[in-house]
């Protein structure tokens, strides 16, 4: 059964297709053997699409069911005529310079006045400005072939960043990440997942989806997932996802999420309280906010705005000149998203390890860099978590968000003079900008998990990778496992 079934994002229900109804109607004399018209049902609908091809036929004009060679007028509605080129283009036919493209208002015209009406430039379909023809798709990469190489899960996809290939003209890239952020907003799990997981196979693809049948054989995509895609493709849009984006819970779980340190629960609560603004719940004296929301609400400006990668380089020099001065030999490696190659972020991610060091040096390093950080006044914000690991116990089937290693999330103070672009030179009131680290400290014997763990994306590791584990090679995975397993994971 499919989960997606049961949730309920409140928008209309689609009605089902009634093609047999064209195909069964009443035969009628055609009056005008010249004109052989298709009526475009993309954007106009099945069901007034019907109406208007039945009483067209009854004025005496031809209107076939398929679009064929011998169709000389398309009519269309809420259609530009780039749009409707582009249709053609995806039903693999090409557009003849003897085919007219029409306004529906014209066949009401002609409708109207029993016979076939002159056709003025009100009547006819232009063409976007920014309109350019796509490309003919490359046969190497057709969908029937593609297809059987697509794993079922995203760790053994190739997703690349710089040449992700959308999955449709019509299908906004982040479609599906916005429903699976309103589900995980009305912790619906189960719906949240599989929106995830429909986003990850399809941004992985790589041949552009025109039509429901490109879908057949992809993984991962649910019945409620192809109903959705199907009526973008279709329609332009989705009403799912239009009714998300003016959701007035999902807007406001967005703004207040957007605070570092506020979660689920304390949007609800806020919500509830009728706050639909940050303005309004920094002035309201009765709020308490914690340590992590108050540094939050203080440097927001800068935490929202995006990680550059010339700032998250500028960091990582950082973090490594205050490690140097207590390990020299330590390894410090930049990972989440920006070793993923991603350019811009929300924080900055490291790894931090060494085979030389001590039990002891290992757990004392970050309270050091902290209070090194703290004296060059540098440190914003600083919360440690020690470690909870224990080297000899085997890992827990229960699956955390994070592993058990020693971390620290911090607000670090980046000066613009350390950072490699054209804003260094610019004379600003502000000289520097408040940055999310993150620092894990693990043993070394654990590197290659931990590296692997905090690397991954939610969906890569949190999800795909350990349900690929327990199938396959390790019943357990985690970032905490012991190096002999790692080879059963690239064997």
Known sequence: MDPLQTVH????????????????????????????LFILEKKMGTTRRAFLTELARKKGFRVENELSDSVTHIVAENNSGSDVLEWLQLQNIKASSQLELLDVSWLIE?????????????????????????????????????VQ????????????????????????????????????????????????????????????ISSMRDTEGIPCLGDKVKCIMEEIIEDGESSDVNAVLNDERYKSFKLFTSVFGVGLKTSERWFRMGFRTLNKIRSDKSLKFTRMQKAGFLYYEDLVSCVTRAEAEAVSMLVKEAVWAFLPNALVTITGGFRR????????????????????????????????????GLLLYCDLVESTFEKFKLPSRKVDALDHFQKCFLILKLHHQRVDSDKCSQQEEKTWKAIRVDLVMCPYERRAFALLGWTGSRVILGLELRAFGLVNYLPRLTSNRDPPDLCLLSS
């Open 110 to 146: 002609c409708m109207r006045a029993g016979n076939p009406v002159q056709m003025t430039g009100k009547h006819q379909l232009v063409m976007r400005q920014d309109y350019l023809p796509n490309p003919i798709p490359d046969p190497q990469k057709t969908p029937s072939l593609a």
């Open 149 to 208: 190489k697509i794993s079922q899960y995203a760790c053994q996809r190739r997703t690349t960043l710089t040449t992700i290939t959308t999955y449709s003209r019509f299908i906004p890239q982040d479609a599906f990440d916005i429903l699976a952020e309103n589900s995980e907003f009305r912790e619906n799990e189960c719906s949240c997942l599989a929106f995830m997981r429909a986003a990850s196979v399809l941004k992985s693809l790589p041949f552009t």
């Open 341 to 376: 190659g991603k350019k811009i972020g929300h924080d900055v991610d490291f790894l931090i390890t060494s085979q030389e060091a001590t039990e002891e040096e290992e757990q004392q390093l970050l309270h050091k860099v902290t209070k090194l950080w703290e004296k060059k």
């Open 9 to 36: 994002l409140g928008p209309r229900k689609k009605r089902p297709r009634q093609t047999s109804a064209l195909v069964a109607s009443t035969p009628h004399d055609i009056r005008f053997q010249g004109l052989v």
